[in-house]
């Protein structure tokens, strides 16, 4: 099996990485290994994925304008090209251009001061190992007369 680029290692920091849902067929629904072939970039345009070596493919949703600038960019070899979109396959060098265009989804960037503020929020609906025992509101404790 030969080697492909580590999508997650590699651009992690900048976009969200997932897997494909082969993945989750073959592995189960709570998988945790770490198989970089099934990695995607998920993209507003489609996806960028693993083609090996040093290669990485992008797809398209569609054949519109998005796939005729991709199959425009020089480095970038067409692999399928069908009515429903097309797929081409690039050198990793050109990711940002295929970026560019496809517009990969970025991951969440949280500084330390807003995840204070969301840590301070949470606190009230934080579960206690024992809850003192209330009344719902409005209502008294029912008492037999007679």
Known sequence: MSDCIHLRERFGDRYKVRYEE?????????ARGDDPWLQIIPCRRGHIFPHGGELLAASTDAAGPAAKRLKALPGVKVHQDGSDGVTVLFPVERFDQVAD??????????????????????????????????????????????
């Open 22 to 30: 082969s993945y989750y067929a073959e592995r189960g629904p709570h």
């Open 101 to 146: 265009i496809m517009h990969p989804r970025r991951r969440r960037i949280v500084s330390e001061k807003e995840r204070a503020r969301l840590k301070r929020m949470g606190k009230a609906y934080l579960f206690t190992k024992d809850p003192a025992p209330q009344e719902p509101p409005g209502q008294r404790p029912c008492v037999h007369e007679g």
